[in-house]
C-alpha cells in the first residue's frame, strides 16, 4: 500500500546543523514542492507503530525541508531481490530503499546505492554517531564498497529460554555448550504434559540461521571467505544439520510434530509455554508472548558456543554468542534528491526515531545515544551486551541462493525423517544438491 504523507503538524526535534552540500541540515525550504520516495519493508506487528514512525518522520522532514514523503512498503523479504533488478534496470525507482544486510551484496553488485562520501556522513551527523558493528561493512556494505547503506536498527539473535519451566527442571543456569544444551532440554522434556526442551522447525522458508551458526561454530561456512564459492559439502555443514536434525530423531527434545513445523508454529508453543527454549530468537519474541501463559517468564542469554562433544571452541574460532543482522536505509544510484534523501535518514535515525523502534518492536538501535538511554533497561542488557559477539551472514550476490538451498535441504531431509529415509549419505546428498545450485547463482 502507497501513502502520501504530508506532515502539517509542527514537531520538536533535538536535530543540530551539520553542513554539507553548502547548507545545513535544516534547509529551511530546500525541497518546496518535491516529495521523496521512500520503500520499507513491512514491520509487521503492530502496524500503528510503522505508522506513527512514518509520520513522525515525515512531519519533521516537511518541517525541516519543505519536502513531503511517498511510502510504499513491500510484504516479503522474497521480494527484495526482484526489486533490486528491476530498478537496477529501469533506473527508476524510491530514492530511498531499506534492506536488510544479506540483501546489500546483491543490491550493490546491481549497482543500486550511492557510493557515500564524506559529506554525506557529515549530513548524517557523522559516522561516529553508529555503534561501531553497526557499521561493519558486514552489515552495511561490502569489503570493497564499505558502507553504502545507514544502519537503522540491529537484531541481535540470542537463546530465549523459559524461567518458569528452568525453575521446575531444576536447571540454574543457561547452558554455554551444546552438551549442556542437550542435556537442559531433555531435563525440561521430562516434565512431561507436552512440554519440550528445544524449538525445531525445518519446514520453515528460512532455516538457515541455526545451521549457519552451527557450522560456523564447527569453523564451517556456506561461502568461502571471498562469498565467491559455495562451501556447503564441507563436512562442517553437514555435522551442523546432522546435530539440528538429532533434536527430533535421536535426543527427543522437540515436539513429535515439529517435523511440520515452520518458525511461526513453535514461536506459538513457546509463548503458550510448552517450549523451554528457543535459538536465536530476537527480543521481538517478547511481542509474541504477550498475553500469552509465557509473558512475564522469558529471558534471554548467550547461544551456545562450545560444539557437540567439545569441552572449548573450535580452535581458530572464536566464541559466537549469537547472530546479527541490520536493517539498513540507502539512498539509490539514480536518485535526483540525494541531499533530500540524506537529511531524511538523518531524521529516521536520530533519537526520537530509533526510541519509537525500540519501544515498537523491540529493536537494538543503531546509534550510541540511543544505546545509552537503553543501557539500565533489562529487556536489553543481553542483547547490548553480544551485539559485539555475534557472527552475521557474508557478504554474496549468491546468499539468497543459500537461504533457498537450505530451506530446500532441511525440507526434504524431514520428509526423509517421516518416510524413514533419513541418513548420514541423505544429508550430503542434499547438500550437494543445493550446493550446486548456489554455485550456478554465484557463478551464472
Known amino acids: 500500500m502507497t501513502s502520501l504523507v504530508t506532515a502539517c503538524q509542527r514537531m520538536n526535534t533535538a536535530d543540530s546543523s551539520v553542513t554539507a552540500y553548502g547548507t545545513a541540515l535544516n534547509c529551511h525550504g530546500c525541497g518546496n514542492g518535491k516529495t521523496l520516495h521512500v520503500l520499507l519493508n513491512n514491520w509487521g506487528t503492530p502496524p500503528d507503530g510503522q505508522i506513527a514512525w512514518e509520520k513522525r518522520v515525515a512531519a519533521t522532514f516537511k518541517k525541516m525541508t519543505g519536502a513531503n514523503v511517498s511510502y510504499d512498503t513491500y510484504l516479503d523479504v522474497s521480494q527484495v531481490q526482484t526489486t533490486i533488478d528491476k530498478d537496477a534496470v529501469s533506473q527508476i525507482g524510491p530514492d530511498v530503499f531499506q534492506t536488510a544486510n544479506t540483501y546489500v551484496a546483491p543490491a550493490v553488485a546491481a549497482g543500486v546505492f550511492a557510493k557515500m562520501t564524506p559529506d554525506d556522513w557529515a549530513l548524517l551527523g557523522g559516522k561516529d554517531r553508529f555503534l561501531s558493528r553497526s557499521v561493519d561493512s558486514d552489515l552495511v556494505g561490502t569489503p570493497s564498497t564499505g558502507p553504502v547503506m545507514v544502519p537503522q536498527w540491529l537484531n541481535d539473535n540470542l537463546l530465549a529460554y523459559n524461567k518458569d519451566l528452568f525453575n521446575r527442571a531444576g536447571i540454574a543456569r543457561p547452558p554455554s555448550t551444546w552438551d549442556e544444551y542437550i542435556q537442559d532440554a531433555q531435563k525440561i522434556t ?26 560456523k561454530e564447527y569453523g564451517g561456512d556456506f561461502l568461502n571467505t571471498k562469498g565467491t564459492q559455495a562451501t556447503m559439502t564441507n563436512p562442517q555443514v553437514a555435522k551442523a544439520v546432522g546435530f539440528w536434525f538429532d533434536f527430533y530423531r535421536k535426543y527427543h527434545i522437540v515436539a513429535p510434530e515439529s517435523i511440520n513445523w515452520t518458525a511461526t508454529q513453535a514461536g506459538a ?17 517478547l511481542t509474541t508472548v504477550k498475553g500469552q501463559p509465557a509473558e512475564g517468564k522469558v529471558a534471554f542469554a548467550p547461544m551456545p558456543s562450545v560444539p557437540y562433544g567439545q569441552t572449548k571452541p573450535t580452535p581458530g574460532v572464536p566464541p559466537i554468542s549469537s547472530e546479527v543482522f541490520s536493517w539498513n536505509l540507502g539512498v539509490t544510484s539514480w536518485s535526483s534528491n540525494k541531499a533530500l534523501a540524506y ?51 557474508p557478504e554474496s550476490i549468491g546468499w539468497l541462493a543459500v537461504e533457498v538451498g537450505i530451506g530446500n535441504v532441511t525440507a526434504t ?6 518416510n524413514h529415509n533419513y541418513s548420514a549419505g541423505a544429508v550430503k546428498q542434499a547438500l550437494a544438491k543445493a550446493n550446486e545450485q548456489v554455485q550456478a547463482a554465484l557463478h551464472p
Do not use: C
Not at 507436552?194 to 551458526?213: A, K, T
Not at 539500565?376 to 551472514?393: E, H, K, L, M, S
Open 343 to 393: 537529511r531524511f535518514i538523518r531524521i529516521a535515525t536520530d533519537d526520537t526515531s530509533e526510541r519509537m523502534l525500540a519501544k515498537s518492536y523491540s529493536d537494538v538501535p543503531a546509534t550510541k545515544s540511543a544505546i545509552a538511554a537503553l543501557k539500565n533497561d533489562p529487556t536489553w542488557t543481553a542483547f547490548i551486551r553480544y551485539i559485539n559477539q555475534g557472527v552475521a551472514a
Open 269 to 285: 508453543a513457546f509463548a503458550a509455554g510448552k517450549i523451554g527454549m528457543m535459538t536465536l530468537q530476537t527480543s521481538g519474541v
Open 413 to 418: 531431509l524431514a520428509r526423509d525423517v517421516q
Open 190 to 215: 521430562k516434565l512431561g504434559h507436552g512440554i519440550y526442551g528445544s524449538d525445531f522447525e525445518p519446514l520453515d522458508p528460512l532455516p538457515w540461521h541455526l545451521v549457519y551458526l552451527l557450522a
